[in-house]
């Protein structure tokens, strides 16, 4: 049975998808939403010291700069959701490292019954360059059923 219900997303077109097969899963079977946004935080190693000298106010700056954009990522998906299934329980989830990694750690953390995410995300480019797609890495690591939208 269906309870709870985990979807990621990065406030790309695949997750808003995915968000909307989940809003109708959770629906079908009156279960719980979690809506979740993965931070992943800047290298420093790939950060150019040369020719800027980053100081760490302006690297505090573009780290806080960075998690207002993931805080509206997730108030848009939780506006949505509201929008179109206003009758579910929809909660948010702002977490902070490697998103697959993170999706998996939540997935097992909360309990959940199936994790939906988007075929390819804002990410898309890492996995262009044959460095593995979330959703891919998700699907072979999650403790639970992976719905992957495309």
């Known amino acids: 049975m269906i309870k709870r219900v985990l979807v990621a997303v ?20 009156d279960a719980l939403l979690t809506i979740l946004n993965i931070s992943e935080p800047p290298i420093m190693g790939t950060v150019p010291q040369e020719p800027w000298n980053i100081s760490g106010e302006a690297m505090a700056t573009f780290t806080k700069d960075l998690e207002r954009i993931h805080k509206n990522i997730l108030s848009r ?3 949505q959701s509201k ?6 329980k929809v909660s948010s ?9 993170e999706i998996v ?5 909360g309990h959940f019954d199936v994790v939906v995410v988007g075929h390819k995300g804002a990410s898309h480019v890492k996995e262009l360059l044959g460095l593995g797609g979330i959703s ?10 992976v719905i992957i939208v495309r």
């Open 136 to 145: 891919e890495k998700v699907a072979h690591s999650a403790p639970c059923s």
């Open 77 to 79: 998906a939780v506006a």
């Open 10 to 29: 990065d406030g790309s077109e695949n997750s808003d998808k995915a968000l909307i097969f989940a809003l109708d899963m959770a629906e079908k079977y």
């Open 83 to 88: 929008l179109v299934k206003s009758n579910l």
């Open 105 to 109: 750690a939540e997935a097992k953390d």
């Open 93 to 101: 989830k702002l977490r902070e490292g490697n998103p697959a990694m």
